[in-house]
């Protein structure tokens, strides 16, 4: 299936494995940076629609001692509407300025599902422009899945790198995405800025 969306050209074929792979707070922070929210329920019928999705992941780290965590509905959401749920407690730090950090990175825990996966799946689709995925998608690859990887590079900076964008079988630009799964701003609960800016590239 060769799905035209603006001036992208996606490569799907109807009867490949699908998985999604979605770092939850590099996808919020592009989508932020180019002004929409993701609404979950269209993404995955939207990929549903273009190849046999198996299993959609969404990852993301929580901060546990908050009384109220401004995620925990989106992935409570997430977990009964179809998404395999990977989260892990956020760590708090002061850095060296006196501010309120948080650390919540999930690039292991990524990487070790989709290497244990690919055998399953003919198609990987990583939602994320981190750099330090590189190396999965090579391995990926080599093991005859093929990678498509979602971010953007409409944002002031770009939010993917740019070797990882060149490792990748397809890149799909976000913006190009906003008429399928997006909706505006504030409709519901998203990655907190805090934990959103600990995934950066």
Do not use: C
């Not at 401004?70 to 730090?93: C, S």
């Not at 900076?157 to 505006?184: C, T, Y």
């Amino acid at each position: 299936m060769v799905a035209y969306t603006g001036r992208t050209i996606f490569m799907f074929y109807k009867d490949e494995r699908l998985a999604l792979f979605i770092d939850g707070s590099n996808l919020y922070a592009a989508a932020k940076a180019l002004g929409f929210d993701i609404d979950y329920k269209l993404l995955r019928q939207e990929f549903m629609r273009r190849g046999k999705l198996l299993r959609a992941f969404y990852y993301t780290a929580l901060l546990e001692n908050d009384e109220y965590s401004p995620i925990r509905p989106l992935v409570d959401w997430l977990h009964y509407n179809g998404f395999t749920m990977v989260t892990k407690p956020a760590k708090e730090y002061t850095d060296s300025m006196g501010r309120r950090k948080v650390k919540g990175n999930m690039d292991i825990e990524l990487t070790v599902d989709a290497m244990e996966l690919a055998p399953r799946v003919d198609h990987i689709v990583l939602f994320s422009g981190d750099g330090d995925f590189r190396p999965l998608i090579a391995s990926l690859q080599r093991q005859g899945v093929r990678v498509s990887v979602v971010s953007t590079i409409r944002s002031q900076p770009p939010m993917i790198s740019d070797e990882l964008r060149r490792q990748a079988d397809n890149f799909i630009e976000l913006e190009d995405l906003r008429d399928v799964i997006g909706r505006p701003p504030r409709e519901m609960p998203v990655e907190p800025r805090s934990v959103a800016a600990a995934g950066g590239q």
